[in-house]
């Protein structure tokens, strides 16, 4: 089965400081990656998506992802944090060898504070 | 076009009892997941229909159900509702184009939250 790792249930960064955000996945062949953000009682909102092609994939509000396979992650960036980007942030893994058909996988999430 | 809609947003029930919450995909999407988010658990996937018939279901208890109408739209039902079950219930829907979801975006709805005295 699929399965999706993010380090670091919290990261603390000042506005304007870099946001990197970690994720590891098992190992499968193809696996389709996303990032989601989840701000406080709402639901969840799609940030970016690799599927195949370009392994840099750029995603709404000045995120960024890189899709590595020989080191099977996908961590999420941006330069320059913002206020606003205080949330939680879920990535998810879909289809590949072994994974239920439908379904996404997500991680335990991280939760980004952004201090002024 | 409209997003994910769920109903009710928040909803209080005491144990024993049961609920039915609703969900109504992106219009022309074809697929609904429905997934429950606790704080110790994380997210878990309940199950998920294409074309009114469950294709996946994820491990939980046969005390949770669904079911999806011909318009795409889906319930999920609990019965003999337990503490445990306080949680936020998301619906996700997707186009599915034939490739059984593999790779398909999933899009969420706002979620329900419920709470069981």
């Known amino acids: 089965a699929q399965s999706v790792t993010q380090l670091g249930s919290h990261v603390s960064v000042s506005e304007g400081a870099l946001v990197l955000l970690r994720c590891n996945y098992s190992?499968?062949?193809?696996?389709?990656l996303f990032w989601y953000v989840q701000y406080p009682n709402q639901g969840l909102q799609l940030l970016l998506k690799?599927?195949?092609?370009?392994?840099l994939v750029k995603g709404i509000n000045g995120f960024e992802a890189e899709f590595k396979k020989s080191e099977t992650s996908f961590h999420l960036t941006k330069p320059s944090a913002h206020m606003s980007d205080a949330a939680e942030y879920f990535c998810?893994?879909?289809?590949?060898?072994?994974?239920?058909?439908?379904?996404?996988?997500f991680g335990r999430g991280t939760q980004l504070t952004v201090w002024p | 076009k409209a997003g994910v809609t769920q109903t009710p947003r928040y909803l209080i029930k005491t144990r024993g009892q049961q609920v039915t919450l609703s969900c109504s995909p992106i219009?022309?999407?074809?697929?609904v997941s429905w997934y429950q988010q606790t704080p110790g658990q994380g997210l878990q996937f309940l199950f998920e229909?294409?074309?009114?018939?469950?294709?996946n279901k994820g491990n939980f208890p046969g005390r949770f159900s669904g079911r999806q109408f011909s318009n795409s739209r889906s319930e999920m039902n609990v019965s003999t509702l337990e503490l445990g079950d306080s949680a936020l219930y998301l619906c996700?829907?997707?186009?599915?184009?034939?490739?059984?979801?593999?790779?398909?975006?999933?899009?969420f709805g706002p979620g329900t939250r419920l709470l069981v005295l």
């Open positions: 996700a829907s997707s186009r599915d184009l034939g490739l059984a979801g593999v790779g398909e975006t999933q899009y």
């Open positions: 190992s499968s062949v193809p696996p389709y």
């Open positions: 690799y599927t195949t092609g370009a392994t």
């Open positions: 998810a893994v879909s289809g590949g060898r072994g994974s239920t058909l439908g379904r996404l996988y």
């Open positions: 219009s022309g999407h074809r697929s």
């Open positions: 229909y294409f074309s009114e018939t469950q294709r």
